[in-house]
């Protein structure tokens, strides 16, 4: 089966920018989405498509993919960035909506 | 807005049965696909069924196959998630979750709240 592995964590400090690594097996022929969770919460889709914005999510939040990797680039980052962040693909090979484990971004 | 309702969580003994519902208002429900994903206490999401939005497709993920079945009421407009044979690994909190197209083959755009599943011995 597909597997998208992410690390554990990243810290940031505040103002600079984080990078969220997403890795899978020739990743850039898929379409890569991204969720935002905070403790207690539902996750909510931040990147769709690999790069796309649903609306009212703030510009500072981007996504590239290419060859084996994904990302999730945050710009300026503040204490409310500090969440959960899980990639996800749809696996046509297996019928199945695959995640990544999970990015911890702590804002220092 | 779109809303998705959870109910039917609880705490269940290891081996019998429990079903989800989700209710869901805000959008046409029969033109949608829907997912069931959870998350194990202090764990990442796991995906666990999507249906098609006139369930006509339904995939599961291996662990929960010929146990949980997922189902779709487009005249009620509520997601069910059948789950037998539950095992001590079920505890989670079950996300019932929309997809934006009318399949399950792209983004999850809206979730609801969550209702949370304990399996005991």
């Known amino acids: 089966s597909y597997v998208l592995t992410q690390p554990p964590s990243v810290s940031v400090a505040p103002g600079q920018t984080a990078r969220i690594a997403c890795g899978g097996n020739?990743?850039?022929?898929?379409?890569v989405h991204w969720y935002q969770q905070k403790p207690g919460q539902a996750p909510v889709l931040v990147v769709h498509?690999?790069?796309d914005r649903p609306s009212g999510i703030p510009e500072r939040f981007s996504g590239s993919n290419a060859g084996n990797m994904a990302t999730l680039t945050i710009s300026r980052v503040g204490a409310g960035d500090e969440a959960d962040y899980y990639c996800?693909?749809?696996?046509?090979?297996?019928?199945?909506?695959?995640f990544g484990g999970g990015t911890k971004v702590t804002v220092l | 807005q779109v809303q998705l309702v959870e109910s039917g969580g609880g705490v269940v003994q290891s081996g019998r049965s429990l079903r989800l519902s989700c209710a869901a208002s805000?959008?046409?429900?029969?033109?949608?696909?829907m997912h069931w994903v959870r998350q194990a206490p202090g764990k990442g999401l796991e995906w666990v069924a999507v249906?098609?939005?006139?369930?006509?497709?339904?995939y599961y993920t291996d662990s929960v196959k010929g146990r949980f079945t997922i189902s779709k009421d487009n005249s009620k407009n509520t997601l069910s998630l059948q789950m037998n044979s539950l095992r001590i690994e079920d505890t989670a909190v079950y996300y019932c979750?929309?997809?934006?197209?009318?399949?399950?083959?792209?983004?999850?755009?809206?979730w609801g709240q969550g209702t949370p599943v304990t399996v005991s011995s």
């Open positions: 979750a929309r997809d934006r197209s009318i399949s399950g083959t792209y983004p999850i755009d809206y």
């Open positions: 996800q693909v749809w696996d046509s090979t297996s019928d199945h909506v695959v």
């Open positions: 249906i098609w939005n006139d369930g006509g497709k339904k």
């Open positions: 498509d690999d790069s």
């Open positions: 805000g959008f046409i429900f029969s033109s949608y696909g």
């Open positions: 020739n990743i850039g022929s898929k379409s």
